[in-house]
């Protein structure tokens, strides 16, 4: 693998640490963590913090739309696109607080698609956020 493997978005926010937002292996492409912040800010939709920067509330679905939009933002500077995801695998903050409206919002955007999905309840995540994806997609037909 070399540079011209990786795929850095102008329009995904910035990654939070020393990784791109993709990887082209062969006809693959494994999309990094990507999370609901808006590029160029490090203020994250629908979410409100304290002065020492902890959760006092959130809106989930405001996070979804956010995260599904950075995901296509990547795929598309990669080349590939929406129709082309093969596997998701989504960590939630709070899965019986959020899993409804998540997945409801989910079947929205993956009703025609349906890849392959995995949902994961974690602690927490690097920024103060309730949603992350991983996906991986093709670049060919």
């Known amino acids: ?8 978005s102008l329009k995904a926010p910035e990654p ?3 990784y791109p937002h993709a990887r082209r292996f062969g006809n693959l492409l ?8 808006e590029r160029g800010s490090n203020e994250i939709p ?15 679905e405001t996070q979804c739309h956010s995260v ?5 933002f990547i795929l598309e500077d990669a080349g590939s696109d929406w129709s082309k ?3 998701v ?6 899965m019986k607080k959020d899993f409804n409206t998540y997945n409801r919002i989910y079947a929205e955007y993956f009703k025609d698609i349906q890849p392959c999905r995995t949902t994961v309840e974690i602690l927490s995540l690097p920024t103060p956020i309730a949603i992350e994806l991983k996906c991986i997609a093709s670049t060919g037909e």
């Open 68 to 72: 599904f939009k950075n995901v296509k």
């Open 1 to 8: 693998m070399n540079s011209k493997d990786t795929v850095n």
């Open 89 to 94: 695998t989504v960590f939630l903050t709070n």
């Open 30 to 37: 494994f999309l990094s963590g990507v999370g609901p912040r």
């Open 85 to 87: 995801l093969i596997d």
């Open 16 to 18: 939070v640490g020393l």
């Open 46 to 60: 629908g979410v409100e913090l304290d002065q020492d920067g902890n959760i006092v509330s959130y809106d989930i």
